[in-house]
């Protein structure tokens, strides 16, 4: 089923994006710190299904905080990308 509306800001989606492509791993702890995003777990999971983003997930902790990073040597241009972060694609490699 496709939703055109990802039920959280364009910027959180765009944050989350960014994020992933400049190799970092993010949290919810860190998305509430950076953005005040609170839908980090439903932004990767469309990410992943929708996109077909090769998201990996890490639980850390005791209380198994999942830890979501791209996996290593992916091609930034066969990546499908929500209208929110298009501008991230590979003309907005540089960004």
């Not at 910027?11 to 710190?33: N, P, Y």
């Not at 902790?61 to 930034?76: C, E, F, M, T």
Request: hydrophobic share 35%.
């Amino acid at each position: 089923m496709k939703h055109d509306n990802f039920y959280s800001s364009d910027s959180q989606v765009f944050w989350t994006c960014k994020a992933l492509l400049d190799g970092r791993t993010i949290s919810h702890k860190t998305e509430i710190r950076e953005v005040r995003g609170w839908r980090l777990g439903a932004i990767i999971h469309r990410l992943r299904h929708e996109f077909g983003w090769p998201i990996q997930t890490e639980y850390r902790g005791p209380q198994n905080v999942a830890h979501y990073s791209l996996k290593a040597g992916i091609d930034r241009a066969a990546l499908q990308f929500p209208r929110s972060a298009r501008a991230l694609g590979i003309d907005g490699a540089a960004q």
